[in-house]
């Protein structure tokens, strides 16, 4: 079976060490069963930050993203979940992800969601077209 790819993300203005930020990253994903692909660097005040991961993501097929801590990611989190898991290697945790791009999707072309025991990430269902949002007041 072969191993999910995850990539790396980080931004130098906030890494006291990017060496060993980018050692730390790549190692715990490979500790987690992820094939580590590339390292993505941004410096914001060239480069949109969410820009350039979602891009890293489109284009390699990540199934997860690990950045140092949160701060790295701060504001473009959601959408980063909304794709693949958000790993941190400051405490190691593994943030799910949403899907709730999926879900959204899903209800408005008509088809019924998928359920989460039948994938392999947690995610939020949303109601469908069928699906009355709030009840009819009389």
């Known amino acids: 079976m072969p191993l999910e790819l ?25 500790r987690l069963g992820y094939t580590v692909g590339e390292i993505v660097e941004i410096e914001p005040r060239r480069e949109g930050p969410w820009a350039t991961v979602g891009s890293a993501m489109a284009r390699t097929g990540a199934a997860a993203v690990i950045v140092p801590d949160l701060e790295h990611v701060d504001g473009i989190d959601r959408h980063i979940r909304d794709r693949a898991k958000l790993i941190t290697a400051e405490g190691e945790r593994i943030l799910e992800r949403t899907g709730l791009r999926d879900a959204f999707n899903a209800a408005a072309a008509g088809i019924s969601a998928t359920s989460p025991q039948q994938r392999s990430d947690s995610w939020i269902c949303a109601p469908g077209p069928s699906a009355p949002l709030a009840p009819k007041l009389s």
């Open 6 to 30: 995850a990539i790396c993300f980080l931004r130098p203005d906030l890494s006291a060490d990017t060496t060993a930020d980018k050692r730390d990253m790549r190692d715990l994903g490979e």
